[in-house]
T-cell receptor
Framework: GAVVSQHPSRVICKSGTSVKIECRSLDFQATTMFWYRQFPKQSLMLMATSNEGSKATYEQGVEKDKFLINHASLTLSTLTVTSAHPEDSSFYIC?????????????FGPGTRLTVT | LAKTTQPISMDSYEGQEVNITCSHNNIATNDYITWYQQFPSQGPRFIIQGYKTKVTNEVASLFIPADRKSSTLSLPRVSLSDTAVYYCLVASNTGGFKTIFGAGTRLFVKA
């Protein structure tokens, strides 16, 4: 149980284009989902907290106009990297907490490798 | 939110018990401690979570002293497949949900 998927697993895009990454909770409902990014050999950094039906809460230093988050249903959150640049190349990972459960228990997706050329 | 400190790397041999300690000196009353395992190019996998004292599940034990300023993940009888990065995470839901992942401990299990 508590499986989270991400799509795509890998994406290569050209500088200036936008990329959408999907995060789905497959066997549970998730009121709250989280987006992280991870650079090579570094730890995960929380980018934003996404709540179903409301605006996401972004961490300090994360541009909300660049990283658009939509959490339109209890099983799907999307992260759109707008006008991507090479420095946005990273491993993006989402996680989700079970609705009605502990927010402290996060289940992570497999990650999406974004490469901007 | 409490900053976490972990050893950068550890080596072990198959069959040994491995203990990884994480310091979180400024942990707050409502913060929880969770440990994750991560393999290259994969998302973190939940290992164990605790608030205080000792928690045990089928894969690990978590020891948290009374002052909660540190926590120790104990992996019994490691195998080669336990070679991974282990992260301790302090999470707070006071004034908005926050998480701080430690830098991670690279565990290398040798035959």
């Amino acid at each position: 149980g508590a499986v989270v998927s991400q799509h795509p697993s890998r994406v290569i895009c050209k500088s200036g284009t936008s990329v959408k990454i999907e995060c789905r909770s497959l066997d549970f409902q998730a009121t709250t989902m989280f987006w992280y990014r991870q650079f090579p050999k570094q730890s995960l950094m929380l980018m934003a907290t996404s709540n179903e039906g409301s605006k996401a809460t972004y961490e300090q230093g994360v541009e909300k106009d660049k990283f658009l988050i939509n959490h339109a249903s209890l099983t799907l959150s999307t992260l759109t990297v707008t006008s991507a640049h090479p420095e946005d190349s990273s491993f993006y990972i989402c996680s989700a907490s079970v609705s009605g459960g502990s927010i402290y228990e996060q289940y992570f997706g497999p990650g999406t490798r974004l490469t901007v050329t | 939110l409490a900053k976490t400190t972990q050893p950068i790397s550890m080596d072990s041999y198959e069959g040994q018990e491995v203990n990884i300690t994480c310091s979180h000196n400024n942990i707050a009353t409502n913060d929880y401690i969770t440990w994750y395992q991560q393999f290259p190019s994969q998302g973190p996998r939940f290992i164990i979570q605790g608030y205080k004292t000792k928690v045990t599940n089928e894969v690990a034990s978590l020891f948290i002293p009374a002052d909660r300023k540190s926590s120790t993940l104990s992996l019994p009888r490691v195998s080669l497949s336990d070679t991974a990065v282990y992260y301790c995470l302090v999470a707070s839901n006071t004034g908005g949900f926050k998480t701080i992942f430690g830098a991670g401990t690279r565990l290398f299990v040798k035959a």
